[in-house]
């Protein structure tokens, strides 16, 4: 199974400031996947990312509201900008399985909380 | 696009029995159906999974079935212990664009009573 790491893992922020996820896999993947938990709640897609291309975005997710970057098919990162409380969730970054045997792996996930 | 009913949203059982969660989804063109794991503050862990070209998997004292003409797919835990007290999320897949991309249910939280 591929090796996710994903920070930081959990931070506190305040309203109307930005925090950037940081997410790193041990092989090049093609696809990657950005997530939403909110409290108690499934797992919501935010956006899919592809290395050269902008990312795709579902339904009600916007890239000003979420920008997100995939520079090489290691890495990726999600930005929550001007944050509000309801944006208190845990992001998680997983790799789309393409070659690996249709496999979807998560990373740890970053716990938000926003005052 | 892809619609995923998860039933029960709880389950609670003894210590030995069995669990069952049930899943429907709308979407004749998916064809990949993963069963995650979920512990509490943990990311979810993928613990079974089948295709559509078959009816069952089994492993160990889980398993999945799955039926593709009424658009269902069920998870199955014998003996249960409390170590699979946890959330569990089944998810339907569609081949887009490189990778399978999942739909998630809505998630059965099991608890298992010593």
């Known amino acids: 199974s591929a090796v996710i790491s994903q920070k930081p893992s959990r931070d506190i922020c305040q309203r109307g400031t930005s925090l950037t996820i940081q997410c790193q896999v041990d092989s090049q993947v093609t696809m990657m996947f950005w997530y939403r938990q909110q409290p108690g709640q499934s797992l919501t897609l935010i956006a899919t990312?592809?290395?050269?291309?902008?990312?795709?975005?579902e339904s009600g997710f916007v890239i000003d509201k979420f920008p997100i970057s995939r520079p090489n098919l290691t890495f990726s990162t999600l930005t929550v900008s001007n944050m509000s409380p309801e944006d208190s969730s845990i992001y998680l970054c997983s790799v789309g399985p393409g070659s690996l045997n249709e496999k979807l792996f998560f990373g740890s996930g970053t716990q938000l909380s926003v005052l | 696009g892809e619609n995923v009913e998860q039933h029960p949203s709880t389950l609670s059982v003894q210590e030995g029995d069995s669990a069952v969660i049930k899943c429907t989804y709308s979407?004749?063109?998916?064809?990949?159906f993963p069963w995650y794991k979920q512990e509490l503050g943990k990311r979810p862990q993928l613990i079974i999974d089948?295709?559509?070209?078959?009816g069952e998997k089994k492993d160990q004292r889980i398993a999945v079935t799955l039926n593709k003409t009424a658009k269902h797919f069920s998870l199955h835990i014998t003996e249960t212990q409390p170590e699979d007290s946890a959330v569990y999320f089944c998810?339907?897949?569609?081949?887009?664009?490189?990778?399978?991309?999942?739909?998630f249910g809505r998630g059965t939280s099991l608890i298992v009573h010593p």
């Open positions: 089948i295709r559509s070209n078959v």
């Open positions: 990312a592809n290395q050269g291309s902008e990312a795709t975005y």
């Open positions: 979407d004749s063109a998916s064809n990949y």
């Open positions: 998810a339907a897949s569609i081949w887009s664009g490189g990778s399978y991309i999942p739909t």
